[in-house]
């Protein structure tokens, strides 16, 4: 997983005004939505030994280990326009999403994928 410039900006901004100490952001998926999973991101007081770390452009992302196979790849972007700001996830697994947006059908990478990965 990466970050774009604007969503490392993005993260660090929001880290700054925490109202508690959050050693990083943490990334994930979980089932839900009409097509069947959506992403989630949350602040992590803590660091689980299970999570993957990934340190992009002064930020810390914590992978749940869970999501880690539907994640490889991505790409995390943040994107102000007319009527929204969001966080993006431009994702190579991602097979469909729904027509609001908010959830989406992910494939874990293939085992092929994750060999070639050090």
Known sequence: ??????????????????????????????????????????????????????????????VDPKAVLFLLGTEMDYRVEKLSAQFVFNNPNQTAACGCGESVQIEPASGEAVSGIQ
């Open 1 to 62: 997983m990466r970050l774009t410039e604007a969503a490392a900006e993005r993260i660090k901004a929001v880290m700054a005004k925490a109202d508690r100490p959050i050693a990083a952001v943490r990334v994930g998926v979980k089932n839900g939505g009409c097509a069947g999973m959506s992403y989630y991101m949350e602040y992590a007081e803590n660091i689980d030994p299970r999570d993957e770390v990934i340190e992009d452009k002064g930020v810390r992302i914590l």
